[in-house]
C-alpha cells in the first residue's frame, strides 16, 4: 500500500531532523595541557569546550592556545592531541574519533594538548586550518568520484563557493553548507531504488564509506573493560564503496547486507566476491582526480597484509558504531537512509566496528 503523503511528509521531516543532529552534534572535551609545555607555576586549569562530531581537532587549537597561552614555551608551535598514549590522527572527524577510541563513551572526553614534540613518525604534517581544508577538499573529490565517477563538479566549483562552502562546514552552518552543495549534484540516493521495474529504471551507483576496524579482547563483555588503542596498528582505516545494485524483492537495503559486502571478513562466510578494492587512508590522500589513491612512500602497508593481520583469531563483532549511535543490535536500519542523512559533509559515512580478536 502506498504511503499517504502525511506519512511522507513526516519522514522526511525526521530524516531532516536527523541530518540536522548529526551537523549540530558535538562532544564535550576536557583538554589537559602536556607537563613539559608548562612553563609556569601553577598549572593552568584543563580547558572544557565542545568538539563538533563533524569538525577538527586542530579548528580548536586558536581557543585552547588562548586558554594556555601564559604558560606555553617560547618557539614554533606544533599542536598534537594524544588521548591515553594514542597520537590523534588529525583529518579524523571528531566525533569519528571519540566513536573509534571510546568503546565506552567518556563524557567530558579527556584529551592531552601538545603544542611542541610532534609525532612526525606517527602523524602527517598539519599546517593548522589550512592542512585540514587541503583534507577535507581531497576527500570530497573522492566521494564525488566514486558517485558519479569523476570529481570535475568539485574540481570546477568556484573560489567563492569553495570558500563559503569550507566556512560552512568550519561553522556548523548546514543551510548555507546545502545551498552549495545542491550545485555539487551529488544529490541523495534514492532510498526505494529497489523496487523499480523496467530496465530504464534500474539505478547503479557507488556509495563513499569509510570503515574504521577496531580490535578488541576476544572475551570483552563489557565496553568499559575495552583495552584502550595504543598505536593505529590495531585499527584498520579502509575506504571500500558499497555498489548499488538491482535486486528483485528487495525494498532496501540493510546495513547487515552492505557489511556482510564490505566486510565478509567478519559478518559473512561468503567470500568476497563483490567487495570493492581496499584503501587505507593513515594519510590524507594525495590532491589528485583520481581514485584509489595510489599509496606513498612512508604510507602504511597494503591492506591485503594489514587486513590479513587484523583478521587474525577474529571471532566476533562487538559493537557497530554510526554517529554514536549503537547499531549491532539493529542491523536492519536502511542503508541508504544513513548514508543520505548520517553521512558527513564530505560526504562519506564513517562506520566504526569493533571485533573481537586475541591482542
Known amino acids: 500500500m502506498a504511503a499517504s503523503a502525511r506519512d511522507v511528509g513526516d519522514a522526511a521531516a525526521w530524516s531532516a531532523e536527523a541530518a540536522r543532529r548529526v551537523w549540530g552534534g558535538a562532544v564535550p572535551l576536557h583538554v589537559h595541557l602536556h607537563d613539559a609545555d608548562v612553563t609556569a607555576l601553577p598549572p593552568p586549569p ?88 587541503w583534507s577535507y577538499n581531497n576527500s570530497l573529490k573522492e566521494a564525488a568520484f566514486i558517485i558519479t565517477g569523476n570529481s570535475k563538479n568539485v574540481m570546477n566549483m568556484s573560489q567563492a563557493d569553495q570558500a563559503a562552502m569550507w566556512e560552512s562546514v568550519r561553522k556548523g552552518d548546514m543551510d548555507s553548507y546545502m545551498n552549495i552543495s545542491t550545485r555539487l549534484k551529488l544529490g541523495l540516493f534514492e532510498e526505494d531504488w529497489s523496487v523499480a521495474t523496467s530496465s530504464a529504471e534500474r539505478q547503479q551507483g557507488r556509495v563513499p564509506v569509510r570503515l574504521y576496524v577496531r580490535r578488541v579482547q576476544e572475551d570483552l563483555e563489557y565496553l568499559e573493560d575495552a583495552i584502550a588503542v595504543s598505536d593505529w596498528e590495531s585499527v584498520s582505516y579502509i575506504n571500500r564503496p558499497f555498489e548499488i545494485r538491482k535486486e528483485e524483492g528487495k525494498s532496501y537495503i540493510t546495513l547487515a547486507r552492505v557489511l556482510e559486502t564490505l566486510l565478509p571478513e567478519f559478518f559473512s562466510s561468503k567470500p568476497a566476491a563483490d567487495t570493492q578494492p581496499v584503501e587505507i587512508a593513515d594519510s590524507p590522500p594525495d590532491d589528485s582526480d583520481t581514485t584509489p589513491r595510489t599509496p606513498r612512500d612512508g604510507d602504511p602497508a597494503p591492506t591485503s597484509q594489514r587486513g590479513a593481520d587484523l583478521t587474525k583469531n577474529a571471532t566476533e563483532v562487538k559493537l557497530v558504531r554510526v554517529q554514536g549511535i549503537d547499531l549491532e543490535n539493529n542491523m536492519d536500519v536502511p542503508f541508504l537512509w544513513m548514508a543520505n542523512y548520517l553521512k558527513n559533509p564530505e560526504c562519506y559515512l564513517h562506520v566504526c566496528v569493533y571485533v573481537g580478536a586475541g591482542i
Not at 579548528?59 to 590523534?88: M, Q, R
Not at 566525533?95 to 610532534?118: K, M, Q, S, T
Request: proline share 14%; aromatic share 14%; net charge negative.
Open 46 to 133: 584543563p580547558f572544557l569546550t565542545l568538539g563538533p562530531r563533524i569538525g577538527y581537532l586542530p579548528l580548536l587549537v586558536p581557543i585552547i592556545k588562548a586558554h594556555f597561552s601564559s604558560t606555553l614555551p617560547p618557539g614554533v608551535d606544533t599542536v598534537w592531541f594524544e588521548y591515553k598514549g594514542l597520537p590523534l590522527k588529525w583529518y579524523i572527524p571528531i566525533g569519528v574519533l571519540f566513536d573509534l577510541l571510546c568503546a565506552e563513551p567518556e563524557r567530558p572526553w579527556n584529551l592531552i594538548v601538545h603544542f611542541r614534540g610532534y609525532p612526525a613518525e606517527i602523524l602527517s604534517p598539519c599546517e593548522g586550518e589550512d592542512s585540514v581544508k
